[in-house]
């Protein structure tokens, strides 16, 4: 079971990433876009999360695909971004067209974090920078992109340490892909008690964040990270925001439950996870590349690939900080 | 951080747990008795449920707490368990009472599990054993109580070993105890890759599931557990039943957000977790003993008792295995 040849979502044919970052404001944004409208889902548990489109993505709501999943920093100033995100696919004519000469509708899913008490000036007054990302995250847009400190991920903190975008994918065979983006930003530690073992060891693949080898592990008795690891524990402030995809031709239904299994990739990396505090969202996106068999052993597949997006995502997030400087 | 004095979830003053189990048909209840009517919470994330009054639970709706909440095998037979519960709990007075004079109405949330495909005699026609089993288990409960291939537990896999109730505490201090309650029977398995070491070795207290060290552990690439060990992904066969209880005094919105973290718990006992064929239902029960704080520390102690929880039901879904025979 391998990565795909650029262990990034990307790997996902038909997506590209672009980040947008503010190095001044120490903020930004990084967008997802699809080459087509690709089935949407969303699974939110976190107690404090900042969203935009979510309910769009119902399966019981009428909208089919998503055309970008937009990731801000900038708490409810980010929700700006993707405003911006959603002029510029227009304007290039992507979106649902309701009429034939009518307005291209970009569906454009979106998540914040809270980044505003980073370094950076955030004296923006009326005028917050997070549209003007959203565009420029729009040109970006390629299949290699950064991880770390960059987009999303500028201001970003895991815990005591920085925090930032992750990245990685893996090949299930016969066409078949699964990737996970993260921007890694929670109120709990990606540390096991030692402070330096991922939780996230046992998934990593080839090094890719470090070669964390399980050494003398002290056990974690205490469900509270010891010696201050839990630094921000303030309504809003943190928060792990997530897209996974693959290519796969799921329905709303099954993106959904890939969303809500990739959760625990979340819970696998991060303790504790899913707090008061916390977003901690997952979108999954899904393309129509490979076609699942109607029988029985659909659900198994489902199966497969929720618990590879759950790996990818554990990956993503230990990979987001291992990048972030 | 210690477990309470008998490490179980009875160590959260109040509760009771009682075990009926039928031998001759290899099945079995476990109900978990409250001293009065505690705040109640369900969070479900399986993809095969099987409930009754959890819609009861709901934070806009009426009913202010649970009288007892049961576990049960027998799949949809199962769920008459609580009828004898309910019928027992009514007849002693036990219950809400809308009038005076008027019958004790007992609420008691139920989720069962899927054991019909194991040893013991299930010809029972249209007579299952289920309702007699829920009179008993309100006999059966005591403060003390066994572990293991018993009661709810008694004919749970945990994918291709025997699956279990298991059951654990952690004493948080100033009076302050969380425990959890598992019915361990899961379509993922309970075990890393080496098969042998629990995924739940890092929340391990004293050896309570014998003693788990990381020794050369190979890593979780693959997302489907090798060797089949993954081996009944059927509709509705598999799940992970749970309550986490504290004597925390919730509302039951803090209860749910406490059953949400809690199903970290299960993500990080098991691999994969919440797939479309797992129930995976946490149930959280609070007492009113101890009064949290009114001011901004009131959702740190969430967080802190919500992770707890989390790893009580890791440590409770490995101990339920290890003492299944």
Redesign the interface.
């Known amino acids: ?2 990565p795909g040849p650029r262990n990034l979502i990307t790997d996902v044919p038909g997506l590209r990433v672009g980040h947008a970052t503010d190095e001044a404001a120490g903020t930004g944004v990084t967008t997802i876009l699809t080459d087509s409208a690709w089935v949407g889902a969303v699974d939110v ?1 976190g ?1 404090g999360p900042g969203v935009r489109e979510t309910d769009t993505l119902a399966p019981e709501n009428l909208v089919p695909g998503v055309h970008a999943v937009v990731l801000s920093g900038g708490s409810v100033f980010g929700l700006a971004a993707a405003d911006g995100v959603v002029a510029r696919l227009s304007v290039r004519g992507v979106g649902l067209k309701l009429a034939p000469e009518g307005k291209a509708l970009p569906i454009v899913p979106s998540a914040i974090l809270f980044d505003l008490a980073g370094e950076g000036d955030k004296d923006w007054g009326e005028m917050p920078p997070y549209r003007a990302l959203g565009l420029a995250s729009v040109d970006a847009a390629e299949e290699d992109f950064a991880l770390g400190s960059v987009g999303a991920g500028r201001g970003a903190r895991a815990g005591q340490v920085k925090g930032g975008i992750g990245s990685v994918s ?1 090949d ?1 065979g016969e066409g078949l892909m699964v990737g996970a983006l993260a921007a890694v930003n929670p ?2 530690s990606v540390f ?1 008690p030692d402070g330096k073992t991922f939780w996230a060891w ?4 080839d090094g890719e964040y470090g070669g964390a080898a ?1 050494d003398g ?1 002290p ?6 990270p010891a010696e201050g690891r839990l630094t921000r ?3 809003g402030t943190n928060t792990t925001l997530v897209v996974v995809a693959t290519n796969a031709a799921l329905d709303k239904g099954e993106a959904k ?1 890939v969303a ?2 990739a ?2 990739g979340i ?2 990396a991060v ?7 916390d977003g901690d969202i997952v979108f999954a996106i899904a393309g129509d590349a490979v076609a699942l068999p109607a029988d ?1 052993g659909r ?2 597949e ?3 690939i ?3 997006a ?2 990818c995502v554990a990956r993503a997030i230990a990979r987001g900080v291992f990048h972030a400087r």
Chains 1, 2 share one sequence.
């Open positions: 079971m391998r548990r107690g893996l299930l109120v709990g096991m046992p998934f990593e693949i399980p592990i056990l974690a008795h205490d469900p509270m524990p303030r309504a439950r809500m299994m959760q625990d819970a696998r303790r504790p996870a899913h707090t008061p505090f029985a659900q198994r489902i199966l497969r929720g618990s590879a759950a790996d």
